[in-house]
């Protein structure tokens, strides 16, 4: 069996957290999967996964050989990557990775032009929460909210975000339109159960700063919950355009104060590991990201 068909059917199946998983990615049969494992620990005479009817966890020598193995992957898709890089197009998969609302709202918009213009190229999209280390998680791109300024990445902004306050139509009818940000005192209010900072409400008018933190009967871990909870009339919230202007257009949410949409409180980033040469299907993709996001009117900009 060839090594390094060993070595990328291992990584999967830790990654996919299921030899099922694993084929599915790899276009095998889970069966084919298994002997390729059993045939790998056999030839090394270690057991590197502990498999139950659940899930399957590394064994000590599983997580050294596993770090072993994404690092002579990494290192072979470098080698080709500067090999070619003079002469072809850019190509191989791109471990894409989007932050809380980014995947649906910003990356899955701009994948198929992607695609069109590459198609060498396959996309392995990923979701999450929090903001991950890169590097262990072997991502190609992150794309956040947010720029980071950690050792090691680059950082490009790709376009501003603003944060809106906005409600239902239902919920005003019933509750009122507060006319200011001290007015939502008297509101029922949606907030973060895990990002605190985004709980503290601004609104730049005549001139003047005004502030609020804002409570109420519901918080939640992620921004989809929240817009959920808002587009239901359970209260009002705060998110960023890019996630809620399809609602806004539509109608079923209503911005209370348009001064915050002259106010760009952040910026949409694409992270990459610095390296001494950027593969060529990652600076494809940011610079893809990059044009449509500012050569355009996005349909989630406002």
């Given at each position: 069996?060839?090594?390094?068909?060993?070595?990328e059917?291992f990584i999967q199946?830790?990654d996919a957290?299921s030899?099922?998983a694993?084929?599915?990615?790899?276009?095998?049969?889970p069966?084919?999967v298994?002997?390729i494992?059993?045939?790998l620990?056999?030839?090394l005479?270690?057991r590197?996964?502990t498999?139950?009817?659940?899930?399957?966890?590394?064994t000590?020598?599983?997580?050294?050989f596993?770090e072993h193995c994404?690092?002579?992957?990494?290192?072979?898709?470098d080698?080709?990557?500067?090999?070619?890089a003079?002469h072809?197009?850019p190509?191989?998969?791109?471990r894409v990775?989007g932050m809380?609302?980014?995947?649906?709202?910003i990356?899955?918009?701009?994948?198929?032009g992607?695609?069109?213009?590459y198609p060498?190229i396959q996309?392995?999209?990923?979701q999450?929460e929090?903001?991950?280390?890169m590097v262990a998680?072997?991502m190609?791109?992150?794309?956040?909210?947010?720029?980071v300024?950690?050792k090691?990445?680059?950082c490009?902004?790709l376009?501003?975000s603003?944060?809106?306050i906005?409600?239902?139509?239902?919920?005003l009818?019933?509750h009122?339109t507060?006319?200011?940000?001290?007015?939502l005192?008297?509101?029922?209010?949606?907030?973060?159960?895990t990002?605190?900072?985004?709980?503290?409400w601004?609104l730049?008018?005549?001139?003047k700063?005004e502030?609020?933190?804002?409570s109420g009967?519901?918080?939640?871990?992620n921004?989809?919950?929240i817009r959920?909870?808002a587009l239901?009339?359970?209260?009002?919230c705060?998110l960023?355009?890019f996630?809620?202007?399809p609602?806004?257009?539509a109608?079923?949410?209503v911005v209370?104060?348009?001064?915050q949409l002259?106010?760009i409180?952040?910026?949409v980033c694409?992270?990459?590991?610095?390296?001494?040469?950027?593969?060529?299907?990652?600076?494809a993709?940011?610079a893809?990201l990059?044009e449509?996001?500012?050569?355009r009117?996005?349909k989630c900009?406002s």
């Amino acid at each position: 069996m060839n090594k390094l068909i060993e070595m990328e059917t291992f990584i999967q199946v830790v990654d996919a957290g299921s030899l099922a998983a694993a084929a599915r990615r790899l276009r095998r049969n889970p069966s084919s999967v298994s002997k390729i494992i059993s045939a790998l620990e056999d030839r090394l005479e270690v057991r590197l996964l502990t498999r139950t009817t659940r899930n399957i966890t590394l064994t000590d020598a599983g997580e050294d050989f596993f770090e072993h193995c994404k690092a002579i992957l990494i290192n072979i898709d470098d080698a080709e990557e500067a090999a070619s890089a003079n002469h072809t197009e850019p190509r191989g998969r791109l471990r894409v990775i989007g932050m809380n609302a980014c995947s649906p709202n910003i990356i899955l918009p701009l994948v198929s032009g992607f695609l069109r213009r590459y198609p060498s190229i396959q996309i392995d999209l990923h979701q999450a929460e929090y903001f991950p280390d890169m590097v262990a998680a072997d991502m190609d791109v992150a794309v956040r909210i947010g720029e980071v300024t950690t050792k090691g990445l680059e950082c490009v902004r790709l376009a501003p975000s603003r944060r809106l306050i906005c409600a239902s139509p239902e919920y005003l009818a019933i509750h009122g339109t507060p006319l200011s940000l001290a007015c939502l005192a008297d509101h029922n209010c949606i907030g973060f159960s895990t990002s605190h900072k985004f709980n503290n409400w601004e609104l730049n008018r005549n001139k003047k700063t005004e502030k609020i933190q804002p409570s109420g009967n519901l918080v939640a871990s992620n921004a989809q919950l929240i817009r959920q909870a808002a587009l239901l009339g359970w209260g009002i919230c705060q998110l960023s355009d890019f996630l809620i202007n399809p609602d806004i257009e539509a109608g079923r949410l209503v911005v209370l104060y348009p001064e915050q949409l002259d106010t760009i409180t952040n910026y949409v980033c694409a992270i990459y590991p610095r390296k001494k040469r950027s593969p060529k299907k990652t600076l494809a993709f940011v610079a893809h990201l990059e044009e449509e996001l500012s050569s355009r009117k996005f349909k989630c900009l406002s």
